[in-house]
């Protein structure tokens, strides 16, 4: 099934347009992808769902040229202050501290409807790519040689053909459905309802300054300061009471009053919702792949649902893209549901075990945990960071060599310029790359130089701006990739297309093993040369 099949209209089928769809069909466009996005919705939801981002995600954005547009829209997010049954401070989970190991604010805040429009607009601005809106997918059927869609829309119903279906529609998924894949539960069920608002100046000088997590089992609630005025409280509801009934306003500004009154704030969106952790059985079936909401849900307090769908394709499509010009084998494309499920399920339990210490709702049992969580920081609230909450891949295209560094993203340093201070991937790009110790013996072996360009493998060489260095050395501002060496104790690095490192290697003979086993992985035969990265 490997390649593509030039008798097939399109080489992959993007069913969904929201956030996940849209990137999934920007990575295809500039990978000049053959590619038609779908969604039945004409127009972005104007009211915000997701509202956290991380620093993974923006570097993704930043590679596809989206960065600075997105910008206005997002904010960093503040720590989270979590207080305990007696409104006592028990912990804080908070960012790392600078210099920041991706070169980006490492949790953000954002206003989806705007930020989902960008998303839109760029994904169709790439010539291979075709969006059509107001088109539902009715039918999906598949055989050796592709899938085929019955599609109806603005052309009336019609069929089109595609090697390979990504299916981003959501949690309630029709593609899923019409595959039969069910869900794992991974036993987290719980109801709450999620406010957002415009809050006006008095309001503002009413609520907390940071985020933070009200762990009252009377009432569990959280509270997220957006971007501008944009404030977010997601609340608890209890048994008995009625979801929808719980969303009308009179009962909102109720449960709002210990913070504001309706003078304080135009009600943007109420919404109640089950906070679900649901991963899919099977993400992949022949030549269509399930990828956000449509492959797992999960509790949202650490603000990482939509991060997790991003993930999702940013995973998948440079695999695409080298099964469909033939460079590798569709062995390549297991790997995504290996990767991704394993990752979404590590997570996933650690934010369930957050969200059970949110939702405790028995008096005792929370006193017990307030006390539990003080005595972890030795008798005084502690500070977790939301990076040391997100695991590393733990399968999957990882070297066979054990390392700690394996599947960890690979940090993204300022470096110096004769244009300026600019980020490695804006001086570098993406794609594979090879990147070295400046001041090491591998970054001087004319071997090791002369194998990254027979394999077409970006060579780059890092060392901290006041190190001695040989000529092209890039000089970093501030050690984040020298001292991330140090702490691996290692002097080079091999970096997979969507930043994760494949291995690590401390010397010559190493790493020469190293690059010839992932060759053999990735190759259908010796003469095919990596894809460089756009």
């Known amino acids: 099934m490997s390649g593509s099949n030039r008798a097939n209209e399109f080489q992959v089928v993007v069913v969904g347009f929201g956030p996940s769809g849209a990137v999934a069909a920007s990575l295809l466009g500039a990978e000049g992808i053959r590619t038609l996005a779908v969604d039945r919705d004409r ?3 104007d009211k915000p769902r997701a509202i956290a981002l991380d620093h993974e995600i923006l570097r993704l954005f930043d590679n596809l040229g989206m960065a600075g547009q997105l910008a206005p829209h997002i904010a960093p997010f503040p720590a989270s202050e979590h207080f305990g049954a007696r409104g006592q401070l028990i912990r804080r989970i908070d960012m790392v501290s600078e210099p920041y190991p991706l070169g980006y604010t490492p949790t953000m805040v954002f206003t989806q409807p705007p930020v989902e429009e960008i998303l839109r607009a760029n994904a169709g ?21 592709g899938a085929t869609l019955e599609l109806c829309g603005d052309h009336g119903t019609r069929n089109v053909t595609a090697d390979y279906v990504i299916a981003c529609d959501g949690a309630s998924s029709a593609v899923r459905r019409q595959l039969g894949i069910g869900f794992d539960d991974l036993v987290f069920d719980e109801p709450w309802l999620v406010v957002d608002l415009r809050v006006n100046g008095a309001g503002l ?6 985020a933070a997590q009200f762990c009252d089992p009377s009432r569990p609630t959280t509270y997220i300061v957006g971007p501008g005025s944009h404030r977010r409280f997601e609340i608890m509801l209890l048994p008995g009471e009625d979801p929808r009934a719980m969303e009308q306003p009179e009962q909102v500004w109720r449960l709002l009053a210990r913070w504001l009154t309706p003078d304080d704030a135009t009600l943007w969106r109420a919404a109640s919702y089950r906070f679900h952790a649901l991963v899919a059985s099977r993400w992949r079936e022949r030549r269509v792949f399930l990828a956000g909401d449509a492959a797992h849900q999960q509790p949202p307090f650490i603000g990482q649902g939509m991060c ?8 998948l499509v440079w695999k695409l893209a080298r099964v469909l010009r033939g460079n590798s084998g569709e062995a390549l494309l297991d790997t995504y549901q290996d990767e ?11 934010i369930k075990a957050i969200g059970h210490v949110i939702c405790e709702r028995d008096p005792e049992a929370a006193a017990a945990r307030d006390d539990r969580i003080l005595a972890e920081g030795g008798g005084v609230p502690r500070t977790i960071t939301r990076q040391e909450i997100v695991p590393p891949l733990s399968c999957g295209l990882r070297a066979d060599v054990p390392h700690a560094a394996n599947g960890v993203l690979f940090p993204q340093p300022w470096v110096l310029t ?9 001086v570098c790009g993406a794609g594979w790359r090879l990147v070295l110790r400046g001041d090491s013996a591998l970054a001087r072996s004319r071997a090791v130089a002369a194998r990254a360009a027979e394999i077409g493998m970006r060579l780059i060489a890092i060392a901290k701006a006041d190190h001695d260095r040989g000529p092209g050395v890039l000089r970093e501002e501030s050690g984040v990739v020298t001292d991330w060496f140090a702490r691996h104790a290692c002097a080079a690095a091999i970096v997979r297309p969507d930043h994760y490192v494949y291995g690590v290697a401390t010397d010559e003979a190493a790493l020469a093993a190293m690059l010839s086993g992932l060759e053999a992985r990735l190759m259908n035969r010796s003469t095919i040369k990596f894809n460089r990265g756009k």
């Open 43 to 45: 127009a972005v939801y």
């Open 125 to 145: 601005s790439y010539p291979s790519v075709v969006v059509e809106l107001g088109t539902e997918l009715r039918q999906l059927s598949q055989n050796p040689n």
């Open 205 to 210: 000088a009413k609520l907390p300054r940071t």
């Open 308 to 315: 997790q769908g991003v993930r999702d394709v940013a995973n």
């Open 340 to 350: 991704r499920s394993a990752h979404v399920r590590e997570l996933t339990s650690r």
């Open 418 to 426: 004769a244009d300026g201070r600019q980020l490695l991937d804006t």
